[in-house]
C-alpha cells in the first residue's frame, strides 16, 4: 500500500537538471568517507540504536563479530552435569534420528562397586559420542530428539576451521562445555544410588501428612477445605473444591 | 447380527437331543456342539472352531484378531494376573481373562467393546504407574511390550500424583542376568519359567503390594544354564542380560534365522547382528528341538564369529617368522594356487591326510570331502572339531560340534572312513603323514601339543576360521567364513537336518569353506561350483540321507509370523541393515 513502483524515466526538473542529484551523492559519499575518517564504532550499542559519531557500520570482521540471532543452530554441545559429567546417557536417540548418521556412540556400563555417587543412578554413559562435523546438516533433530536434554546447539558459533578432516570429528572433550544443567526431574536428584533407598518406603496416602505429596481429591481434609454443602437441585460438582 | 447367527444352532438343537429325559427344574442341558469334537464359538464375528480346552487368546490369534497379554506364555503355565487380557464374553457376567478362559461352545466373544477397551487402558495405566519410565537407557527399548500396548491401548498421561515407589534398579542375580526391579510388571513369567522349564526354581517373589518385587532367594544366585530365558520372556525391560547389555539398541540390529552352533543339539536361533558383527542369538520356536529356549552357553556362543578371526590369507609358517614379518596381501586366486600348488604332488599319495571339522556346514563337507576323494585321492579323513563338553538335563548335549552327524554321514555316503583325532599326531610325527589339508582347525585335544605335531608336517594347508596356535603352523592359511557368513545346513544329533540362513558378509578376506575347495579344485583341474546351493544339489545325491530333503524349500522364513514380539529389524523405518557393512562411517574412529 502506497508505493508506487514505476518505469518511467521522466521526473521532476531538479532530477532531470542532473547537476543537484549529483552533488546530493557526493555529499552521503562524502558524509561516509568523514564519518568513516573521524567516527567511532560503539560495540556495545546495536546498531539501530547508535547515535552520534558512533555510526561506522563496517564490522571489523576479526576483531569484532556481529553475535548470531537468538535461536540460531550452531556447534552442537554435549550439556555437562553438576558434576561434570555429561547428560548424556547413551539412548542413542540422537544417532537414530540423524538424517547425515554423522554422530557415533558407544555405551558403557558404570560398575557395581563404583564410588561415583551421583553417577550410579543411571548406570548407562557414552564411552564415545563423536559428531562427524562435516557430515553433519546443521537440521537440529538430535537436539529434539535428545530425552535427556544433553545436547544442544546452543553454542552460537559455527564450525571452526580445521586444517584437516580428522578435526572436524569432535569427540566427548571437545564437545563437553557450557554451562551446566540440571532439572528437578533428573534422576540423581530423585534419589541416591540406584539400589532401593534406605528410607523405610511408604505409600503415597501414608505421606500426605509430611508435605511430600498434596493430593487433589476433591475430598482432602483439612481447614477450609471442607465439601461445600450442596443445595438441593444442584449437581455435585467434581472440582467444586478445588 | 453375529450374537444372532451363534445363537441360531443352539435354538434349532434345543428340541433335538430327547434321549437323556431333562431333570425337572435342572439347568439347561449345554446344546450339542455344532462341529464334534471341536468347539465353536464366536470371537469379534468370526467364526472359530478350535479343539476343547483351547484358550482365547489362542483362538483369537488363528482368526486375527489381537487380545493383549503380558503374563500368559503359550508354553508356561497360566498365571492370569496382568490383567490386561480381561474380555468380554456372552456367559459370563464380568470380564474374563483370555488367556485363562476356555471357549466353550456357541459363546460369543468380543475384544474391542468400549467396556474391554476401558478395562485395558486402566490395566496399562496401574501397571505403569510405578514404571520409571527410563526407556532412554532400558535396553528393552523397541522391543518392549509396555511400549507397544502404551501406544495400542492407553496412549495418554500418567495421572499420578507425589512419586514413584524406588526399588532396586540393578539387582545383579546372577551371572548372566541382571534385573530393575523398578520396570518389573510381576508377571511371574520369569518365575514360573524357572519352576517349569528347566525345573530349577531359583526366582521367586517377595513381600506384598508395591513392595513385590522378583528376586533370588537369599544365598543364592540365578545361575542355571538356562537363565537368560527369563530375559527373553520378560515383557519389560526388568531382565537384562548382562552381556548384551548396552551394546545396541535392538532397532539397529537385523535378525536371521540360523542355527546355534554351540552343541551338537542345533537350537533354532535369530541370530541379531549389525554391520559384520553378531550381538546375540536369541531362541526360535522349534517344536521338535528346542520348543521356545536355548540353553545360556550356547547363547554365549556366538563370540568366536566376531573375534579373533583369521582375516587374511598367508603363506608361510607364521610360527616360525619374527613377529610382525609384513606378509604379502594375497588375493583369493593366489592364495588358493598356492595351496594347489602345494598339495598337487602329494595327490593321490597315503603322505596326505585330510582333518575335517563338524564344525563346518553340510556343503562345506561336502565339497571338500569330495574334492579330498576325488582330487587328492585321501581314503581316510581324520575328525577334528571342538573337545567333548558337558552336558546339561534339559537342552545342551556333551557334543559341542553343531554337524558331527552331517560329517558322520557324508563320510558314509562318499565312501570315506572316518578316523579319531587321537590317531593323528602319533602318525605326524612317526612321517606317516607327511601332509595336512585341514577344513576347519578346531582341535578337539591340545591345540598347543598338536601344533607341535603339525609343525612336522611339510604341508599344512588349512582353512581356519579363528586364530589358534594350529594356524600359526600352517604353510597356506585360508581364512574361512563362519556359519552366519553363509547360508548351509546342518545335522543336528537326532539326525534332523536344518538349514541356515546368511547374515552378512565374510568379514575380511574370508571365503566359506566350499568356496575355497572350489578355489583350489579349479586350480588343480577339477570340479568347482559357484554357491552352497550349486554344492548341495550337486553332491547331496551321493549321500542317501540327504535324498528327501529340499534345500530351498527348508530354508527358514527370514521373519516372524506378525505378532507380539516383531523381529528387531528396520523398527525405524529403514530397511533391515541400513547401516552398511564394515566399520562405523564416521571418520577418524
Known amino acids: ?242 | 447380527m453375529s450374537e444372532n447367527d451363534t445363537q441360531k444352532p443352539t435354538g434349532d438343537a434345543q428340541p433335538n437331543p430327547p434321549k437323556p429325559p431333562a431333570p425337572a427344574g435342572g439347568p439347561p442341558k449345554p446344546p450339542p456342539p455344532k462341529n464334534p469334537g471341536f468347539v465353536t464359538c464366536t470371537i469379534d464375528g468370526r467364526e472359530v472352531v478350535v479343539k476343547p480346552g483351547t484358550n482365547m487368546i489362542e483362538a483369537a490369534a488363528s482368526v486375527g484378531v489381537e487380545i493383549p497379554f503380558y503374563c500368559y506364555h503359550p508354553r508356561l503355565s497360566v498365571a492370569a494376573n496382568c490383567r490386561v487380557c480381561l474380555i468380554e464374553a456372552s456367559n459370563a457376567p464380568k470380564l474374563v481373562p483370555a488367556c485363562q478362559t476356555a471357549l466353550a461352545e456357541g459363546q460369543v466373544v468380543k475384544t474391542c467393546t468400549p467396556k474391554v477397551k476401558e478395562q485395558q487402558r486402566a490395566v496399562m495405566e496401574f501397571l505403569l504407574l510405578n514404571h520409571p519410565v527410563d526407556c532412554a537407557i532400558c535396553d528393552q527399548a523397541g522391543e518392549c511390550k509396555l511400549q507397544d500396548y502404551y501406544m495400542k491401548y492407553d496412549y495418554r498421561p500418567s495421572r499420578l500424583e507425589g512419586g514413584k515407589v524406588l526399588k532396586n534398579k540393578r539387582k545383579v542375580l546372577g551371572p548372566r542376568v541382571v534385573l530393575d526391579q523398578e520396570r518389573c510388571i510381576l508377571c511371574t513369567r520369569c518365575v514360573r519359567f524357572m519352576n517349569e522349564i528347566p525345573k530349577e526354581p531359583q526366582l521367586g517373589v517377595f513381600g506384598r503390594g508395591s513392595h513385590e518385587r522378583i528376586d533370588v532367594f537369599p544365598g543364592s544366585e540365578l545361575d542355571s544354564n538356562y537363565s537368560l530365558n527369563t530375559v527373553d520372556i520378560c515383557p519389560v525391560g526388568a531382565l537384562l542380560s548382562r552381556d548384551f547389555r548396552f551394546r545396541a539398541r535392538a532397532w539397529f540390529l537385523s535378525a536371521t534365522p540360523s542355527v546355534c552352533t554351540g552343541c551338537s543339539r542345533g537350537c533354532n536361533i535369530y541370530a541379531d547382528w549389525m554391520s559384520q558383527d553378531t550381538y546375540r542369538y536369541r531362541p526360535r520356536e522349534n517344536e521338535e528341538i528346542n520348543k521356545s529356549w536355548m540353553c545360556d552357553q550356547g547363547r554365549l556362543s556366538y563370540k568366536y564369529l566376531n573375534l579373533n578371526r583369521v582375516l587374511s590369507a598367508s603363506v608361510g609358517r607364521r610360527a616360525t617368522q619374527a613377529p610382525n614379518t609384513a606378509t604379502p596381501a594375497l588375493t583369493r586366486v593366489e592364495a588358493a594356487k598356492a595351496a594347489a600348488q602345494a598339495l598337487k604332488p602329494l595327490a593321490g599319495s597315503a603322505q596326505l591326510a585330510v582333518l575335517a571339522s563338524p564344525l563346518c556346514s553340510n556343503e562345506d563337507l561336502l565339497a571338500g570331502l569330495s574334492f579330498a576323494k576325488g582330487t587328492l585321492g585321501v581314503k581316510e579323513v581324520y575328525v577334528g572339531g571342538r573337545p567333548q563338553g558337558a552336558a546339561d538335563h534339559y537342552l545342551m548335549t556333551a557334543d559341542k560340534n553343531p554337524n558331527r552327524k552331517g560329517l558322520e554321514l557324508i563320510a558314509k555316503g562318499l565312501g570315506l572312513t572316518l578316523k579319531p583325532f587321537e590317531e593323528l599326531a602319533p602318525a605326524l610325527h612317526n612321517g606317516r603323514v607327511k601332509a595336512l589339508y585341514a577344513l576347519g582347525t578346531e582341535v578337539p585335544g591340545d591345540a598347543e601339543a598338536f601344533a607341535q605335531a603339525a609343525a612336522r608336517a611339510e604341508v599344512f594347508v588349512a582353512q581356519a576360521i579363528t586364530e589358534s596356535p594350529l594356524d600359526a603352523q600352517a604353510t597356506v592359511l585360508l581364512p574361512a567364513s563362519a556359519h552366519i557368513e553363509d547360508e548351509g545346513s546342518f545335522v543336528q544329533q537326532d539326525g534332523l537336518l536344518q538349514r541356515f540362513r546368511k547374515a552378512y558378509p565374510s568379514k575380511g578376506d574370508a571365503a566359506p569353506h566350499w568356496r575355497w575347495v572350489a578355489e583350489i579344485s579349479k586350480a588343480l583341474g577339477g570340479a568347482t561350483w559357484s554357491s552352497a546351493r550349486e554344492v548341495f544339489r550337486e553332491l547331496a545325491p551321493q549321500v542317501a540321507e540327504f535324498a528327501s530333503f529340499n534345500w530351498e524349500q527348508a530354508s527358514p522364513p527370514d521373519r516372524e509370523r506378525p505378532g507380539i514380539n516383531p523381529l528387531p529389524t528396520g523398527a525405524d523405518g529403514r530397511p533391515p541393515g541400513y547401516r552398511e557393512f564394515g566399520t562405523p562411517r564416521v571418520r577418524g574412529i
Open chain 1, 1 to 242: 500500500m502506497g508505493y508506487k513502483a514505476t518505469q518511467d524515466p521522466r521526473t521532476d526538473v531538479r532530477e532531470r537538471a542532473y547537476l543537484p542529484e549529483l552533488l546530493k551523492g557526493l555529499g552521503i559519499t562524502a558524509r561516509h568517507f568523514f564519518r568513516n575518517l573521524f567516527g567511532t564504532r560503539d560495540t556495545n550499542t546495536q546498531v539501530v540504536d547508535r547515535k552520534g559519531t558512533s555510526l561506522i557500520t563496517t564490522v571489523e570482521y576479526p576483531d569484532e563479530k556481529i553475535p548470531y540471532p537468538p535461536g540460531y543452530r550452531g556447534l552442537h554441545r554435549l550439556v555437562p552435569r553438576e558434576d561434570g559429567k555429561p547428560r548424556c546417557v547413551a539412548c542413542y536417540m540422537c544417532a537414530t534420528i540423524c538424517p547425515a548418521q554423522c554422530i557415533y556412540i558407544e555405551a558403557g556400563e558404570y560398575e557395581v562397586e563404583a564410588k561415583e555417587g551421583e553417577s550410579r543412578v543411571i548406570e548407562k554413559f557414552p564411552t564415545q559420542f563423536v559428531i562427524d562435523e562435516l557430515r553433519c546438516i546443521v537440521c537440529g533433530l538430535c537436539v529434539e530428539a535428545c530425552p535427556k536434554d544433553a545436547i544442544r546447539m546452543d553454542t552460537y558459533e559455527h564450525t571452526k576451521p580445521e586444517y584437516n578432516r580428522q578435526g572436524f570429528v569432535y569427540d566427548i572433550p571437545k564437545l563437553l562445555k557450557g554451562p551446566a544443567v540440571s532439572h528437578p526431574s533428573d534422576p540423581w536428584n530423585k534419589r541416591e544410588g540406584s539400589e532401593q533407598p534406605h528410607h523405610v518406603h511408604k505409600e503415597a496416602h501414608t505421606r500426605i501428612g509430611e508435605g511430600l505429596v498434596q493430593l487433589k481429591t476433591p475430598h482432602a481434609v483439612g481447614k477450609g477445605h471442607e465439601p461445600k454443602q450442596i443445595g438441593p437441585g444442584h449437581a455435585p460438582s467434581e472440582r467444586a473444591v478445588k
